[in-house]
């Protein structure tokens, strides 16, 4: 696999920003209601972090180190006003929807994380295709949260109604603890589906874990801490 589908690999599953590395979490739990708002909030975060990491990959040898963070800091600023001044003059209902957590974007963890440990070490090719990896791995998980939440709390998708008309929402979800809800079950699923692949592929999920250690691996979700933990208890009793 090149380097820039292996980057858009890791940004959609392997290091997917919020299944796997729960980053961003503050608009993942708060602009989630519906599925078009997950589905906004993702798609502006995607065309941001792509600008910041091809401009701070640009820049990274004329960056001084002493100022990075503050100078990576101006660079997403500058094009989050300019995101934002579009999506109030052309879209002005996800603008109204989405509210303070578009100016929010400048101190997401994932935009400065992905400029401080790979644009700014890397070229601008492989740093654009990271932005939309991340982005896009992003968007999926904003989204399919949204699209649960949207379903279940209000019996429509991207205000389309697909429940009955007697059915009763389940009212809970649209609102802050639900996300948190919706977020656990789809990453218990997600961890179910890790492990069983695990199996069926024949890893050895404790080597795995002795080798290159659960803290340091990118697939943190594939479940080898907990299983070695119920095994090592179970050889003990």
């Known amino acids: 696999m090149n380097k820039t589908l292996e980057r ?24 989630t209601t519906s599925a078009i708002n997950g589905l906004g909030m993702g798609l502006t975060t995607t065309v941001i972090l792509i600008l910041s990491n091809m401009m ?36 002005p209902s996800l603008y109204d929807s989405l509210g303070i957590y578009i100016p929010l974007i400048v101190v ?20 654009m295709f990271d ?16 699209i649960f939440r949207e379903i279940f709390g209000n019996g429509t998708v991207f205000n389309i109604r697909i429940m ?20 656990a079950c789809l990453i218990a699923v997600q961890n179910k589906i890790r492990i069983l692949k695990a199996k069926k592929t024949g890893t050895d999920l404790a080597e795995c874990e002795r080798e290159n250690g659960c803290a340091g691996c990118a697939n943190t979700l594939c479940g080898g ?12 009793e």
């Not at 990075?68 to 997403?76: A, G, H, L, N, Q």
């Not at 009955?164 to 977020?183: D, H, M, N, Q, S």
């Open 8 to 31: 858009l690999n890791s940004g959609i599953i392997k290091e997917n920003p919020t299944f796997v590395q729960m980053l961003g979490m503050c608009p993942t739990m708060a602009v």
């Open 56 to 91: 701070i990959s640009a820049l990274r040898k004329v960056i001084p180190d002493k100022v990075r963070i503050p100078s990576y800091i101006v660079i997403v600023a500058s094009f989050v006003t300019i995101i934002q001044f579009l999506l109030e003059g052309f879209v």
């Open 108 to 127: 997401n963890c994932i935009i400065l994380g992905r400029a401080e440990s790979y644009a700014s070490k890397n070229n601008v090719w492989l740093s």
């Open 131 to 146: 932005g939309i990896g991340m982005g896009l791995g992003f968007t999926l998980g904003l989204t399919s949260i949204g």
């Open 164 to 183: 009955p008309e007697k059915y009763e929402p389940v009212t809970i979800l649209i609102l802050a603890p639900g996300a948190f809800f919706v977020l």
């Open 225 to 236: 801490s907990i299983k070695n933990t119920f095994e090592k208890k179970e050889e003990q």
